[in-house]
């Protein structure tokens, strides 16, 4: 069974940094074509695709909300991914989480589709904050 499990959230001063991980069970990466994509919910908002990385399609992706300000890796010994964020505001505050696909597809080259992400994590809050 396919497990997320997100942490690192936290509050932050604006301008400051953040690492979300997101330790993935049921299968191995490095053995795996998969899509994780990393989306975020506000209070009152909609929830939207932060970044995802896609390699069964070759693909990395980023909102243009984040781009230069965030960067997906992965670390296979783990099994683990990460979303690093920099020079974070008060509109970045929101429940963070991370999710993956059954077909391996669902990040592009224009974004995430939710549709096809069938496993989520629980979240993780980030709060923006002086």
């Known amino acids: 069974q396919v497990q997320l499990v997100e942490s690192g959230g936290g509050l932050v001063q604006p301008g400051g940094s953040l690492r979300l991980s997101c330790v993935v069970s049921?299968?191995?990466?490095?053995?795996?074509?998969?899509?994780i994509g990393w989306f975020r919910q506000a209070p009152g908002k909609g929830r939207e695709g932060v970044a995802c990385i896609g390699v069964k399609a070759g693909n990395t992706y980023y909102a243009d909300s984040m781009k230069g300000r965030s960067t997906i890796s992965v670390d296979n010994a783990k099994n683990t991914v990460y979303l690093q964020l920099n020079n974070l505001q008060s509109e970045d505050t929101a429940v963070y989480s991370c999710?993956?696909?059954?077909?391996?597809?669902?990040?592009?080259?224009?974004?995430?589709?939710?549709?096809?992400?069938?496993?989520w994590g629980q979240g993780t809050q980030v709060t923006v904050s002086p």
């Open positions: 049921g299968y191995t990466l490095d053995l795996a074509y998969y899509s």
């Open positions: 999710a993956t696909t059954d077909s391996g597809y669902g990040c592009y080259a224009r974004g995430s589709r939710q549709s096809d992400y069938d496993y």
